[in-house]
């Protein structure tokens, strides 16, 4: 799941999403350039992951937020080396 | 053999089972299960004793939900419930059939999505969204939804497709082209001369009668009625009852003539059961005549509503009838609908209600 250019980053996962991935890790080390890449490895690694955090649009799913450094990303958002990334399900959709 | 009957509830927050044996006396009720996701509709295919369970969550989208063990293990599954890139989303799965090997799930914003694999990977019928009409389907206040679909028990390429606010689509060719089946079918709710288009009603249920697939009654957002030729000519049925709105219908399990709706106050009046009172009402005779079936329903300050795919009946030789509210209470009957009783209550939102007759 790994690319050469990849940045590698700490990614930690929600508790609804871990509730459908039990075998899931709550924190793991991805390598993606990218949130989207990221996603798709997510899904590679747990088939089915990916359509639960990014739709057809495509994008990250509406109540979904990925935030690195405090803000919130988008697919196309860049991934720096030892970034920690976290998924998290929005109050809103609740 | 004994036969086990299985009400499936779909509520707001989860799949709920109710079990009896076949003198559906007592019931025993389990769940929440699908992870308390909104579920909009639950079935099971006897054949097999699989459930499906169709639903989305505002977090991770539209999902169908399968369990093989009577509801003890779920698999979850949102494989391939896309649209075109740019397209709005699917946000939820509202409607499921199985039949002929394939199951067929509804979507909003509407479509039609088919699993060859039993519910492991859906893709999308794209003929329904390519109809001409699409442009002009709008939201109804449940939001853009393809909420029935009924198979042809004999043809697996024949199905028909309700879509609240679109009408009732029909294919005769596997889904490979779809032609819109509305005439006769009022909107009410367009000016005066504009009332009967071709598409744009309301549509809010649509079921097949017993032993005639040609008969379909309609539960639409003005007015009850029943057609005899597949679609192709709606009659109104609605005389006799005490409005024209209402959301769920069901048809008898073995007598093609023999319906039930569920009438509320109107469309504007807050859509709760006609002076607080509640009642099913039947007709013998295709829609000619009706009779309020009140026994054992609350006949004061009852305020709640029913929703379109929560009636249902079983299959036993005097079929059983079942509805859930919109207030968390399921009702049934084993006389079909001459007396009732609670079977649940407390439960969340019931969105929809379906049965499985298996056999130990």
Redesign the interface.
């Known amino acids: 799941m790994t690319e050469p250019s990849a940045a590698s980053c700490e990614v930690v996962l929600p508790d609804a999403l871990l509730r459908l991935y039990p075998e899931a890790e709550r924190r793991l080390t991805v390598a993606a350039a990218d949130v989207g890449a990221l996603i798709d490895a997510l899904d590679q690694r747990w088939p089915g992951m990916g359509a639960c955090l990014k739709d057809s649009r495509p994008s990250v799913r509406k109540h979904i937020s990925i935030m690195i450094d405090g803000e919130r990303t988008a697919l196309e958002t860049k991934i720096v080396p030892g970034a920690t990334v976290f998924v998290l399900t929005a109050v809103s959709g609740g | 053999m004994a036969k086990r009957v299985i009400l499936l509830i779909g509520t707001k927050k989860g799949t709920f089972i109710a079990e009896s044996d076949e003198t559906r006396q007592d019931w025993a009720l389990r769940g929440p299960y699908c992870?308390a996701w909104p579920i909009n509709h639950v079935i099971g295919d006897a054949a097999t004793g699989t459930i499906y369970a169709a639903g989305g969550?505002?977090?991770?989208?539209p999902s169908v939900w399968k369990s093989t063990d009577l509801g003890q293990i779920w698999t979850?599954?949102?494989?391939g419930?896309?649209?075109?890139?740019?397209?709005?989303?699917?946000k939820s799965a509202w409607s499921l059939a199985k039949s002929h090997g394939r199951l067929h799930v509804g979507v909003e914003p509407a479509g039609l999505f088919v699993s060859a694999d039993d519910g492991d990977n859906f893709e999308q019928v794209e003929s329904l969204r390519a109809h001409p009409s699409r442009e002009t389907w709008v939201p109804g206040a449940g939001g853009l939804i393809l909420h029935s679909i009924v198979p042809h028990p004999d043809d697996p390429n024949e199905l028909w497709v309700a879509i609240s606010t679109a009408g009732v689509f029909h294919t005769a060719d596997g889904g490979k082209t779809f032609d819109a089946r509305n005439k006769g079918t009022r909107a009410g709710f367009m000016p005066e001369g504009m009332q009967y288009p071709e598409t744009g009603q309301c549509v809010h249920c649509i079921v097949m009668a017993a032993g005639r697939p040609d008969r379909l009654y309609q539960q639409n957002h003005t007015g009850m009625y029943r057609c005899d030729d597949g679609g192709e000519q709606w009659v109104s049925i609605e005389e006799g009852l005490p409005s024209e709105f209402g959301f769920p219908a069901a048809a008898h399990p073995h007598d093609a003539d023999t319906v039930y709706f569920i009438p509320l106050n109107g469309a504007i009046e807050g859509r709760y059961v006609p002076d607080g009172k509640a009642a099913v009402w039947r007709s013998r005779d295709a829609g000619a005549t009706w009779s309020a079936l009140r026994s054992g329903l609350p006949q004061e300050n009852a305020f709640f509503g029913v929703l379109r795919q929560a009636m249902a009946t079983d299959n036993l030789d005097q079929a059983g009838i079942y509805f859930g509210t919109n207030t968390g209470t399921l009702y049934g009957s084993r006389d079909e609908g001459d007396d009732w009783g609670v079977i649940a209550q407390h439960l969340p939102v019931i969105h929809s209600v379906e049965t499985m007759v298996i056999h130990d």
């Open positions: 992870d969550n505002e977090w991770f989208g979850r599954s949102g494989n419930f896309n649209y075109s890139e740019g397209e709005e989303p699917v």
